[in-house]
Nanobody, 123 residues
């Protein structure tokens, strides 16, 4: 069972990127999927997580209104559409299988992580 990220890159502030997470070896709607990120010198943090069975999602306050998470269970893919990007969004972004989602939090204590994809936003 694996997840693999793609879609990272370098953009200027205000630009957009769409990250993709391809799932293999399992049914996507059997697990909740999360996007986490880690910036240099900082701890990993949850960005957005989705309940793939009903599409409901958690968003960190820092990305609400700018990022949108979605899933295409038929294609076994999860997406993170990132708009109005800011330099502080610069980080390695990870897709994680099997996260726990609550109203105000998403955790990946028992999750399986992808290799990550770099997002760099310049001012």
């Amino acid at each position: 069972m694996q997840v693999e990220e793609s879609g990272g890159g370098s953009v200027q502030a205000g630009g957009s990127l769409r990250l993709s997470c391809a799932a293999s070896g399992f049914n996507l709607d059997d697990y909740y999927i999360g996007w986490f990120r880690q910036a240099p010198g900082k701890e990993r943090e949850a960005v957005s997580c989705i309940r793939t069975n009903d599409g409901s999602a958690y968003y960190a306050d820092s990305v609400k209104g700018r990022f949108t998470v979605s899933s295409d269970n038929a294609k076994s893919e999860v997406y993170l559409q990132m708009n109005s990007l800011k330099p502080e969004d610069t980080a390695v972004y990870y897709c994680v299988r099997d996260v726990a989602i609550e109203d105000s939090d998403c955790s990946a204590d028992y999750g399986s992580w992808g290799q990550g994809t770099q997002v760099t936003v310049s001012s």
